[in-house]
């Protein structure tokens, strides 16, 4: 009980940062593009690093916190970039690389980190699988 406890403390205490991570830096990129942000939601999501509905909310994963800056700032432009186009054309990736021309390297970079990240923290992880 108390371990329970103790890790649902820290799971709100991560999403909270989380949450103020994604606003800083989604205000920070909006600056450039200047899109219409609905709502933002910090889930615990199984299999994403974040996702865009159709309605124009955005939603990202509070594990966004143990990632590098750098791969944060991909996973919030990418996200954006959905507001702009809603798919994985041609034209999203342009939009991706008005502000980060290295965008693929940044999803290399993603995806090891989840091929290689240590025990302990794939247990955070869980099986993470994106389309990023
Ligand atoms: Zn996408």
């Known amino acids: 009980m108390f371990f329970r406890r103790r890790d649902r403390r820290q799971y709100l205490a991560h999403k909270e940062a989380a949450r103020a991570l994604v606003h800083a830096r989604l205000a920070q990129h909006n600056q450039y593009y200047q899109l219409p942000i609905r709502k933002v939601f910090i889930k615990n999501l199984k299999s994403?690093?974040?996702?865009?509905?159709?309605?124009g909310n955005l939603n990202f994963n509070y594990k966004l916190v143990f990632l590098p800056s750098e791969l944060v700032d991909y996973v919030i432009v990418h996200e954006l970039?959905?507001?702009?186009?809603?798919?994985?054309?041609?034209?999203?990736?342009?939009?991706?690389?008005?502000?980060l021309p290295n965008h693929r390297s940044l999803r290399q970079a993603l995806r090891t980190i989840e091929r290689r990240r240590p025990v302990v923290v794939r247990s955070i992880f869980g099986s993470l699988m994106n389309d990023y």
């Open 81 to 99: 970039c959905h507001l702009r186009e809603f798919n994985h054309s041609p034209k999203f990736w342009c939009a991706v690389a008005e502000v």
């Open 48 to 55: 994403r690093w974040g996702s865009c509905s159709e309605r």
